[in-house]
Every structure is written in structure tokens, then in C-alpha cells.
């Protein structure tokens, strides 16, 4: 009996992978975390009566509906997870919106920048939380880089590095999907993204930026017997400049054959350095150029109870959380922020943020010049 | 409304972090597998009435009790977890397995080997199932392994080298513990424990052992102001001869200064080798003798879909499993057995097999001579 | 008696640290290979005579001069190595050319790519052989990695990316030093130009850059005093694209805290990956889409006989060759090119190439916009 | 003209490999250290003369010899190297010392014990210097190792493991060869020594032994279309007991498939540990309990000049020395003992001191029982 603690009704729309990361989400958060609020699964939409109700009986949901626009009409529902088509998630969110609900919208936000500006608006006019999965900034050595960074522990920050970069569609025989799509799609929407959002995690506003694009895999099977011509980047680069002074760079990449999860960085700054890679993500090097002579090298960090929220998930150092405790803390960091009026993690307005600097990168490898990116 | 499944009604005993950790396990066992049988958190127990009824209420379990008898005696428990301190294993055990249910114990399962012959043995007579909480082992990349030797990519086995060594007990200022009590203590039984069970899962039957124990903090701090002599070791090590002809030595050891989770191993067969750190456990280096002359190396295989149940937790390569995602294996494992009537993963028999082989290799040290060790 | 072997008596200019490094790699070329010439130090100059004496005392060579005109005029001499401040190579070069002396210059080759073109213009016209000092290039595993590309062994080739990061300018109370002069310095010229040889050297011609100079450290002590305003770049970076279809970057960088030779490439194609770090050059990793699913990985090439010349150093693989042997293989190329008639391994106008590119992308960062870069 | 160093004139017996890297040795210790005595390359004998004619012209010697009695009975000669087989080392080495010589014996010194006690004993007696080829102990980083634990930086020293693992005898197919001889062989006595050697240059004196002695491959083809019993260890392990309190393992093996180079070690303390593989020997991970919460972790310390003799090779770090490098700091430092007479770096009496070390651990596997080992 959780009397002490406000219940907080879950509907949730769309029931495949995220769907159900998301519906995992809400459940391990409670466990993990001893949130304000407790969540409840009520109600689960998917356009597929019969797989809505197989995931009210998988997840927990107490009713299921083949119509999303129930979730959005049920009085109940408190919170609403969008795991919809990208397409779909502005007229979700906006209706959510409108019904005064807390939204938590899978990334990306939408297709295109000036829409996800409407949402982010639209939520803040109406005083509700937002939340867009932006997962590997949840990363406890994420959170430490950024903590080392902003106490001053490397010094002036001088120069920044970042990746991520997959081979899944490294494969030319790989059929075109909605990825390819030229509205929105391509690896800087798809990977970039989240070597954008780590960039700015960790040194704050990126002020200018110049692209580079490329498409590798020019044309694919179109599932119909015929081909279809690619118009999105399979490789995103980008020269960077930073409010703090700092430059940098950044590729999205999604043919780096025989990479997995190459969402790595190093910042260089004038007292340290760090290096990582998400291939080792309990792993943080730092060197200290504070160290002894003779005994200076990037040390390796392992993720430890000192880092938070690690503790929450193992009591003893070295132990490692998986890709699925990033999502579960994503949740909590939410709900959190409903039940105590906090900050959310990563709104919409960070979602439109990371929008932003795609578009703009990606106007300016198409210009082929640096373009000044306003401030988030 | 799981019409379908069966339900399995739980009943926990403790609430610590192990009691929290099955508790998790079932629900995220639940959430991940797609199980034939229902776990049901049902009734738990502690002597601390007040932290029961926590537990209840943060775990969702229907009922709470302060007395482990309840739950041995309420009829509709199927499946017992026992967390309490280890001194209290065999009593628990004993009465559950009595009343007919299905029993899931933390390692270790008795102080003394004779004492887990008679739970293994109890268990079997009144036909329930049992688990003893190795996890390391189901680890999918500790699976893969197992099957590539036991599908003879490394050839004929020739020599291993397997280890367990942390520093938690470092700290020569650090505290008696009931883990330095001379009856089951010391980092052998501890830590040692792991680097053996993974030993035989991976090769099969040790048949003879030549141990070397070494206390390395003779005495601690008592806790009432003096101080108390250290009995057990802070160091094991042992030879090993193993049933299919190779040899091999492992480490318990917790007084590892810097290593956090060194549960490593390395096997050299004839045509191929395999190197492992629990450091990283999504990885598993693999060395083919095969491989074109000139291209030949320790590969890094990333942890995937290809290596189930990997593909359970992400869809995708590379993006990792965690601690925690050990132990939902283990549970599923263990209630997938209980619904099917298959073999238990790691029952209370394989539990006292590393008891008898820990007993050994400490006889072998005290005598300072060779023991053979009967088969399993 | 090496009678059957002709003389090729060998002048330096210069005693500092890269003269010593040239009288090194005279000796051991000649110990580790089996070369069809014997080099013989013959005559050592030197502003300083004493320095020129005690060279010669140290190394070995028969003569001492003060004056560099004395190498040029002495007609036994047969090969000039020039190591002396960058901004005499272009006189020294040109006056031993003239004088019929094959020529082995440090890097860069000259200030600006005007003069390195008339170097190597000069050289080919007079018949003579030339080299500049890219060592990088000599390391075994950078040619595996040549021929593995060039057989095809990664497919078509995609993506790049390349860096040489340094620390050794990272420290703001540095002194102004001729690295930091306008003509001809900075990181990208200084660093950024071995990462743009190892480009070429792996993928061939690259035929358009966008560059990205940025001076990190405005000023610095002029030695007598004062401030120096700096002009040159502390980080260059370049997108790239290349003849052969691919595109990439390559960042050249000496405030990059913490790194000492990370002289790092990845390069993906459609069948494979290679990765690369000079932090632990004796190591090539290599995946093949082509292993066996589940089985799949970057592997650990240890340098070993099967990657010539490593065999010359070590009978045995793992052994691992130094940064100095990278010498010796550089001159020991240079020394079988002049006594057999073959190609220069990375004679005058392959420095001169450098020294365009180092150029192209200067101007490109100057001008903010993308430049084609005319072939080699 | 080294007119004010003595000289001191070499004799070399044996022309293989060894051969020439000794005389390359005695070449580069010169170039590269600025020691107190030219070595200068005079007489080399091979019981073949033309190739001890071939060796004088291609490393330098002015005098060839096809008896190597000639070289003992030549008053030039000051100091030998002996790299013919080891069943011959002895008698060369006593004529050596009776000459007056000073003596460089490769490695193994002698077959047994109480042939290199004579051998010591000897040289001690004739007041000559002696030197056997440990070579991996001139590595900076060990150096580096050596200094931390002797200046207390690790605190205590608690627990260390070793070992020294090849493949290069893991193929079956292989012939039965020298190595394989009863007499002196096995993995113990050819790569377990150079872990012995370690365990004793970090921690001192080891006092008390266990070992473990395998033979893996028992039978080999004896190139004569039969096949011989192969009776030495192809794995050799022990436990330790160290002079300083500690207790360790080490391990020998040439049948660890790819492994090219495991010479590696660990040692933990109270307030550090160490961790080193020779596969990459420019590195050496140091962890203190000192650093910041939070902040520790093994941190990789690249070879620098602050390591000396590091700074002789290379002048900047990360630059990395090779294996032949460790060969040219273990000749410079004998010939500066010699000329100064200093402490030999590592003499006769320290390489019985190995040969003792591997016997008592053969003994002891033998007897299947621990042996006390007395003091160097």
C-alpha cells in the first residue's frame, strides 16, 4: 500500500521495442528509485487491438485500445509515452498536450525543427513536463564528465572530439526504410544526434557549426523489385564551435563497418583530459595533468557508487549497469521532475535544441559554409 | 490478465539488497522472458516487521510477515527466496523444501559442504527444484564460450587460468566482518567460489587440487574496541587438473588493491584460445588458430543478438547488459525450469559441488599436499 | 671487407637530435638489413666546429667541418642528409643537388610548397634520389594496412578518419618557439601533415578539403620579456574527400592534453575495418565482415615476421620494434632505392604533395570554403 | 677519434641470431649512451669459418676465427660473448674467466645449478665481470616498477602474479628440439625464468616454492620418422613466498596459444598496484588508493623521458622503444659497469640465482611438495 505517494496513471502509444522500453522504464524506475510518485500502467494504444491487448497482458496495462485518442481522452491518464512512427508524434503530443498531460516523446522529437518548436511551445503554454530519450547522457560517467568539466577539474576547455558511429547500415543490400527518408532522416538525424547532444551535455552551447554529408549507399532495394535513390547522409561531420571558447567536431556515421556503439568523445582542457567510448560505458579516462611527474596517464574510472546514480543499481563498484539502466534512469529522472515541479532531464525544448543543430549543420554542408547557430 | 500462464506465487525471505535484487529479478524475469509460468510476489518476511511491510509496499508483495515460518507454511507459496544470512540457509531450506516448494538460495548455500549434501539431498528426495545464485555464468558471452569449446573451435583443451579478485577488503582498517569467520569465511569460499564455478562450466569436472591460502591482515578491529585474529584467507589460489586432460590455476582474492570485478579467465586449446574479464563482460577475445597467416589475433566480440539471451535486453549490438540483467537471467532460468520440468541452471548439487571443491582446496593448502577431488 | 659491396659515403649537416637520428639510421640500416651499399660516415658539419668534432667522435665519421658548404663540395661525398633549422633545407637541398649528392631532407621539406616544388624539380632534373622524413609511414603495420586496402580485404572503401594529437604545446607558458612562426608552422603543418601522409599513404589521392585552423593559445612569453601575439593554429582539422570515392577528416592538434602520439586512422569499407593507434604502433585491428556470425570482432594483429620488415628486427612476433627502428627501415628504404635504381620510398615530391595539402587546407580554413586539391 | 675513452676490444662466439644481436648491441649501447669505453668490434669466432668470415664483414669484427679458443687466447680480446649452445656455455665461459675476461653469457647461463655455481664462482675468484642476457628487465617501465615499490609508493606489498606465456611450442606438428631436452628444458626453465627473474628484480628474494609441471604435448617427431617422449614441462607454475611477507603465483608456458608475449604482472599493495604486460612494455598501469574518491583508476603511464634510460632513445614520450632497445640498455649497462666498476646490472651469480629458482620449482613438482629455497 503506497498511500504515502500520489499514483501517477501511464498510456502509452505504440507497442513494439520502445514501447515496451518504455512500459520496462516505468516499472524499473519504481524499483531502482524511491521516486515521489508512483506510476501506474493504465492504459496501452496501438492501432492493433489484438497486440494492445497482448501488451496490456505482457507489461501490466489495465485497459488497451486500438485508438490512441483514447489514452489522450482518459481522465485518468496523467503521463503519455509516445512510441508512435516519427511521423505521428506531433498530432500525439500536441493532443496529449492539449489534455493537459506530462509527455515523454521518443526521439526524434519530429521530423523537422520548426515542428518540434511547436510542441515545445505548445507544452510550455500549457505547464506540462515534457521528456524526449535522449538515453546515453543518463550514463552516471556521463554525469561525472560533465560534473568534472563544469568544477573546473580539466581546466579551460580547449577542444572537443565526438562520435557515434554504427554499421548497421553498412550492409548495400539492405533495404530502403523511413531512415533514408529525406524528411528528417540520414545518420546525423539518426546518430549525430546523440554526438550532439553529448557535445552540449558537457560544454554547453554549440555557437557555429560547418557540415559535411555524405552518401555512401547511393541507391537501395525498395522492397518492391525496384530501387530507390538514397538522398540522406550515411556519414554527418561537423566542425564545431563553442560558447566557452572551445571548437571541436563531431560525426554521425551509420556504415562505420565492424563499430557497434561508437559513441566516444575526448575533451581536452588545459588541467585534464577525458576520453570515452560507449563500447565501455562504465569506463571514464581522465588525465590529470596535476598528476605526479612521471606518474601522469588517463586513468581509468570505473563506474562506482561515487558516481550517481550507479549505487542505485549496484552496491559495489565495478559491478556495471546495461544500456537498459540508462533507459529506466531517463524515467525516473522524469517522473521525478512531475512529482517535485523539477527540471526536466531533457524536454522538448533540448529535443528541439538537438533538432536545431542538425538542421543547421545540415544547411551548411548543403551551402557548403559555417553558419552561426543561435542560442538554445 | 495472464489466462494463459500459470501463476507461481513467491515467497521472500529478507530484505537486504539480495532481497531487493530476487524481488527484481522476478518482475524484470517477467518483463524480459517471455516465461511460461507467472511469478507472483506474494508474501514477504522479515524478523523487522516494520521493514516487511516496507518491503511489501516498495516491492508489491500482497503480504508481509515476521516470521520466515509464514511463508514456509502458507500453501500458496510455490517458490521460496532465500537472502538471509548464510548461517540461517540450511534451516530455511530445509523447511521449504519439506513443505514441498521450490527453493531459491544465495550463495553460499551452507557454511560447509556437508551441510549443502544434506539440502541437495533433501531436495531431490521430495522432488522440488533448486538455484544457488552464481551469476557470473550467465553472463551470454560465458555461454558462448561454453559452447565454443564444447564445440571444439579451440580444439582440444590444454591449459586455463581463471581468477576472482577484488579489493573490498583491502583496507587493513577495515572492520571483522562475518566474512572473516573461520567457519565458510575467506576469499577462496568468497570470491574463489566464482572463478571455480566458472572453471568447470567451462571445461568441465576439476579432478584434483593443490591449494596455497595466505592471510594477509592477521587481525582486524573487533567492533567492541579490540582486536580480532583473521583465520580465514585474504588469498586462495589453487592447480587444477581437470577431467578432460587440461590444467589450469585459479585466484580468489580480496585484497586485489585497484581491481573492482577481475572475475577473468583465459583458455588455450590447440586450435584456439579464449580471454575474458568480468572488467568488460559484453566482450569475449577469441583467438582461431585458423585464421589467414598474418591476420591473426585476439578478436573482440561484442556481445549481440547472436548470443542469446542477449537479444532479450537489446536488440541490437554492443549496447550491453548490466549486473543486474545477470541476475533477471538466472531467475528466468530457474522459473523456466520450474514451468518446464527442465534441468535447473545452478542447483543446490552444482552449489555444493563449489562448496566440496572450495573444502578441498583448503584441506590441500592446510596439508600442503595434492588432492584428488571425486567427480560431481 | 664489404668488397662486394660499393661505398656510399654519406655527409650530414646538423648534429642535434635528428642528426644523431640519421647517423643511427646509417649503422643499423646497414646492421638489420642486408643492403646492396655500404653507407660510410664520411663527413659531418656544423655551424659549431667543436659540436661537428665531437660528432664526428661520437658517430664515427672520418671529417669535421664547420661550414655545410664543405659537404656539398667534397666530391666523395654521395648522399647529404639535411637536418639542420628548416629554413636552410631549400639552399642546402638545392646547392647538394646541384652537386649531383642524392639528398635526405627532415620534414618539413620547406616552409612553402613553392620552394618544396622547386626542390623536387631540381632533383628530378639533376637525376639525383631524394627522401623526407615521414617514419610514421615505415612502421610494418601501416604497410599491412596499405595492402590490405589495396587487395581489396575491406571492400570499397567509405570512411576515414584520421588524427595526430600531441600535448607536448599544451602548456600556455610555453615560449614562442619557430614552430609557433607564421611561415610554415603550426599544428596542422607540424602534426596534422603526418596524419594527411598516413591518408594518402592508406587511401590514395585526396582530391577536395574543407579546413578548420583555430588558435587556441593567443600569446606566448617571446623569451625576452614580452608577449608574442601566436598566428599559427594549435588545432587543424580538414573534411577530406578522395579519389577513390571515400571521404573522411584528419585533425592535426598539439594541445590535445594527455595524448603523446596519437597518431590514430579508422578506415571502413563495405568488407572491413581497420584501426589504428601509434600509442601502441606494433598492433593492427582488423574486422572482416566476412567471420563467422557470432564470431565477429576487431582483432589484434601483433606485429610479427609476417609483416616485413619486422622479421629484420625480430625473429619472433610480439617482440615489438621502437620508434627508432621506424628509422632505420626509412633509411634503409631510401639506401636499396639509390644502389638499385627503384623508387624512392618518399622522395622530394612526395613532401612537396604534403606540403600542397598542408596548404590547400590552410587556405580553405582561410577562406572558409571547400577547395579542390589537384592530384599528386 | 676516441681518444679519451679506453677501448675495450670484443670478442663474439657464435654467429646466429644472438650473435648479431650482441654485436648490434655493442654498437648501439655506444651509439646511444655516452659511456665511459669504446667497444670495439674485434675478433668473431663460428666453428664455421666462413660464416665467422661473413659475420666479420657484415657487423665489423677485424678478425674471423673458426676455433673459439682463439678468441679466449687473444690478449686483445677484454670481454667475450658467448651465444653458441648451451651445453657449451660453461667450458667457453671458465676459459673465458681464466683468461681474465670479462664475460656475456646468453641465457639459460648453464643446463644446472651447480654448473653456473661454477661458472659464478669463477669469475668471482678471477675478480672478472660477468653478465647473463635478462633482457627484459632493462626495460624502463620495470625500472619504473622496481623504484615505485622500493620507494614505497604501493605501501605493503601484499600479492603478485606473473608469467611469461608464448605459443611458439603450441602446434603439435612441431619437431622435438633442444628446448625439449630433458637436460635444462621446458617452458619453466625457458620463459618461467624470465617471470622469475621479474618476480625477484620487483619484490626481492622469493623463500619458498610449490610447483606444478605439465607436459602437454607428449610425444613429438624426432626428424628422423620416429617420435620421442617429450619429458620436459610445456607449462610450469608455482606458488611463492616472498622475503618481504608477500605471497604470489607465476606461471611459464609455451603452449598458450596466441599469446606472442605474455611477460606480464600484477602486484598489489596497501596503498597501490601495478599492472604491466610486455605486450605493450611502454606502458605501465599504476593505481593508488590515495587518488580522489571518485577519481581512481589504473592509469596507463606511457614510457617518457622521465624514465630513464627512456630519454637516451627517444626524447619526447610515447614515442615508444623496441625489444632490440632493451638489448642495447642491457649491453651499455654492462659496459659501464665494467668500466667503472660498478655493480654488473646482472652477473653470473644472478643468473644461478634463476637456475636455483627454476630447479627448486621443478623439484618441488617433482615431489609434489613445497620447498624452502634458501637466500641469493
Not at 563544469?150 to 572537443?160: D, N, Q, S
Not at 566557452?244 to 563531431?250: F, M, R, T
Request: net charge negative.
Amino acid at each position: 500500500m503506497t498511500q504515502s505517494k500520489p499514483d501517477l496513471k501511464v498510456g502509452l502509444i505504440g507497442t513494439g521495442f520502445m514501447g515496451k522500453a518504455h512500459a520496462f522504464g516505468y516499472v524499473n524506475a519504481a524499483q531502482v528509485f524511491d521516486l515521489p510518485v508512483t506510476a501506474v500502467l493504465h492504459r496501452v494504444a496501438d492501432i492493433d487491438l489484438a497486440a494492445a491487448e497482448a501488451a496490456a497482458r505482457a507489461f501490466g496495462f489495465a485497459h488497451a485500445s486500438a485508438d490512441w485518442h483514447d489514452i489522450v481522452a482518459d481522465p485518468d491518464v496523467g503521463i503519455v509515452s509516445i512510441t508512435a512512427p516519427n511521423a505521428l508524434h506531433k498530432d500525439m503530443a500536441l493532443a496529449a498536450i492539449a489534455a493537459g498531460k506530462h509527455v515523454y516523446c521518443e526521439k526524434p522529437l519530429a521530423p523537422l525543427a520548426a515542428d518540434a518548436q511547436d510542441m515545445a511551445s505548445a507544452a510550455e503554454k500549457r505547464g506540462v513536463l515534457t521528456q524526449v530519450g535522449f538515453n546515453y547522457l543518463c550514463n552516471p560517467m556521463l554525469r561525472l564528465a560533465r560534473e568534472m568539466i563544469a568544477g573546473g577539474e580539466l581546466g579551460e576547455i580547449r577542444g572537443y572530439r565526438g562520435l557515434h558511429a554504427e554499421d548497421y547500415m553498412a550492409d548495400a543490400a539492405g533495404p530502403f526504410t523511413f531512415r533514408h527518408d529525406p524528411r528528417g532522416g540520414g545518420a546525423l538525424a539518426d546518430l549525430g544526434s546523440h554526438a550532439l547532444a553529448t557535445a552540449e551535455f558537457l560544454l554547453g552551447p554549440i555557437t557555429a557549426v560547418m557540415g559535411d554529408l555524405v552518401t555512401v549507399i547511393s541507391e537501395r532495394d525498395d522492397g518492391r523489385g525496384g530501387r530507390r535513390r538514397v538522398e540522406v547522409d550515411d556519414i554527418g561531420r561537423a566542425f564545431l564551435r563553442f560558447g566557452n571558447g572551445a571548437s571541436g567536431s563531431v560525426e554521425g556515421n551509420w556504415v562505420a563497418t565492424g563499430r557497434k556503439m561508437q559513441h566516444d568523445f575526448e575533451v581536452h582542457g588545459s588541467k585534464g583530459a577525458l576520453a570515452f567510448s560507449q563500447e565501455r560505458f562504465n569506463e571514464l579516462h581522465f588525465y590529470a595533468t596535476g598528476d605526479a611527474p612521471g606518474r601522469q596517464g588517463f586513468r581509468r574510472i570505473e563506474a562506482a557508487p561515487a558516481h550517481p546514480p550507479y549505487g542505485r543499481f549496484c552496491v559495489a563498484p565495478g559491478h556495471q549497469i546495461g544500456f537498459n539502466d540508462l533507459k529506466t534512469i531517463e524515467v525516473a529522472g522524469f517522473l521525478d521532475a512531475i512529482a517535485t515541479g523539477g527540471a526536466e532531464p531533457f524536454g522538448f525544448r533540448a529535443g528541439l535544441r538537438i533538432q536545431t543543430l542538425v538542421e543547421e549543420i545540415k544547411r551548411s554542408a548543403q551551402d557548403r559554409c559555417w553558419r552561426e547557430v543561435p542560442g538554445p
